[in-house]
Nanobody
Framework: QVQLVESGGGLVQAGGSLRLSCAAS????????MGWFRQAPGKEREFVAA????????DYGDSVSGRFTISRDNVNNTVYLQMNSLKPEDTAAYYC???????????????????WGQGTQVTVSS
């Protein structure tokens, strides 16, 4: 069993930056995939980024590629999402997710992931 707790959300002006953190408890093996999704009111849950716990196989959603960076800290069992050049359309609840052995081909499908955090709200003002 894995528990995920997100933090770091808040209100930021367009063009600004935020860093989200996801603290994971429980046993995480190198095969684990870690990811971020987001969901705005009335919209589908959208893939943001994913990474293998061992550090490889990163992937990014088309709308955030080049602006967001996912990373992990194995010592502190934490996954980060660095978000730069934020836009009002990035406003959403951001969710951390984990899966014991999800192949990269499934990263973008939120129904394939096993564990979810409660989410943290990001609001970008124009």
């Amino acid at each position: 069993q894995v528990q995920l707790v997100e933090s770091g959300g808040g209100l930021v002006q367009a063009g600004g930056s935020l860093r989200l953190s996801c603290a994971a408890s429980g046993r995480l093996f190198s095969s684990y995939a870690m990811g971020w999704f987001r969901q705005a009111p009335g919209k589908e849950r959208e893939f943001v980024a994913a990474i293998r716990w061992s550090g490889g196989n990163t992937d990014y959603g088309d709308s955030v590629s080049g602006r967001f960076t996912i990373s992990r800290d194995n010592v502190n069992n934490t996954v980060y999402l660095q978000m730069n050049s934020l836009k009002p359309e990035d406003t959403a609840a951001y969710y951390c997710t984990a899966d014991p052995n999800l192949p990269p081909v499934y990263y973008r499908r939120w129904t394939k992931w096993d564990y979810w955090g409660q989410g943290t709200q990001v609001t970008v003002s124009s």
